[in-house]
């Protein structure tokens, strides 16, 4: 069962995008990150597919999850709290509010811990599809949402902008995972 939470989160971990603009504004180089993740970015959308078309689940469960982080990006807020600049780097504060599907993570995993003989296959062992599954409708309900503070670095490389890499704490935030 943990391995099947690992294997989720390196696919969550894993969607991402670089930005690079010839903005005057490291904040606009933000706004334009949020931005590809709320407009569902073609850019975003590819990174998506890659990564579930790399994990061992259903093609119903990849559609299912493809549906759910869409559902999240689209619904994804900000507010830039403070861009600060100091030469050549930047970092700009930003409060996102998304989804939790952290709690519902969680929760997930206390009910199957609790609960093993609904999650065995014919072979009395634990199935990961019905694991899947059952997290899957559990992620469907959530209603619940949570704010994350991001600090986002750039660099200004050749008078442009650049986001440097998200760390994976960024983007477990980002895809509502983050567990504080």
Known sequence: MKKALIVFL???FL???TVATTSSSPTKVVERLLGKYQSLNEEVIKQLNQ???SQNITKEQKKEYRDLMKKQ???LTYNIKKETIDDETAVVSVEIEVFNFAKANNETEVYVS???EDFLDDNNQLSDVLYQNYKIDQLKNVKERTKYTLDLSLTKEDDIWKLDELSDMERQKIHGLYDL
Do not use: A, S
């Open 51 to 53: 990564v579930l078309d």
């Open 114 to 116: 609790g609960h093993e």
């Open 15 to 17: 969607v991402g995008c």
């Open 10 to 12: 390196t696919f969550i």
């Open 73 to 75: 990006y689209q619904n």
